[in-house]
């Protein structure tokens, strides 16, 4: 019987294999912006705001800030096992780290749909 | 197993070699943009919202602390991510052989490095 924990890692493919399906998604979105942005002749607050100004782009980049969260928080969850061993710490961390980035993909959907 | 075994760690002989420096300096970046994460939305938000938030944004840019503290979290990204992509080859069995490794460390370095130099000299 494996000595499963509740701040442990879930003992199968799915976070490992999430971490580099939203690590593709991060990789294509930054192509994609570096060489918009590159192609531009000017880079004012006109130029920025039209690029994200479609609803369109506005969903890829929420996808983008999706996957920054939910790779961030397995991430994080590595290095909180590696590093922190008493069980009761290591859940009031995964706590506050999965509580702050719901509150991030809140502002995210804020700032993306906020823009005047 | 209980023997006690003899140890013999003269530290100043042995090194973490190439391509574990490359991964520690992984870990080191995604936990550098995970703690930046509020910045960086929030300048994300100051850029979008309106002309006078992005025109603040501009001005607090200009000084030389926050170049710093901006070139650093684009070295951790262009890091973070040129070593991620050498870890999706590595998955996809690409480049697992020692030399190859090695090598794919020494660019995963390079690239992100010349890069951040690049963009900072634009920066400034």
């Given amino acids: 019987m494996l000595n499963r924990i509740v701040t442990g890692a ?107 | 197993m209980n023997k006690k075994r003899p140890k013999h760690l003269a530290l100043h002989k042995i090194q973490l070699p190439l391509p574990g420096f490359v991964s520690i300096l992984h870990r080191v970046s995604g936990m550098f943009l995970f703690l930046f994460l509020p910045l960086l939305l929030w300048i994300f938000y100051a850029s979008l919202h309106s002309i006078e938030t992005y025109t603040r944004l501009v001005e607090i840019l200009q000084h030389p602390l926050s170049k710093l503290v901006l070139l650093g979290l684009i070295w951790a990204y262009l890091h973070h991510f040129c070593a991620g992509i050498r870890y999706l080859g590595l998955d996809l069995q690409l480049g697992s052989s020692l030399a190859k490794a090695r090598a794919s460390s020494w660019w995963v370095l390079g690239v992100s490095l010349s890069l951040t130099v690049l963009i900072g000299v634009w920066l400034c």
């Avoid at chain 1, 590696?82 to 719901?102: G, M, N």
């Fill in chain 1, 10 to 116: 879930h003992y199968g493919l799915r976070d490992w294999l999430i971490q580099r399906i939203t690590a593709v998604v991060m990789v294509l979105y930054t192509l994609g912006i570096a060489g918009y942005l590159l192609m531009q002749p000017v880079l004012d607050y006109n130029a920025w705001t039209l690029l994200f100004s479609g609803n369109v782009i506005r969903t890829f980049s929420l996808l983008f800030l999706l996957s920054v969260f939910y790779h961030a928080w397995i991430g994080v969850r590595d290095i909180v096992m590696d590093y922190v061993k008493p069980a009761a710490i290591r859940l009031i961390i995964h706590v506050l780290v999965i509580l702050t980035l719901l509150l991030y993909v809140i502002w995210s959907v804020q700032i993306l749909w906020g823009i005047k």
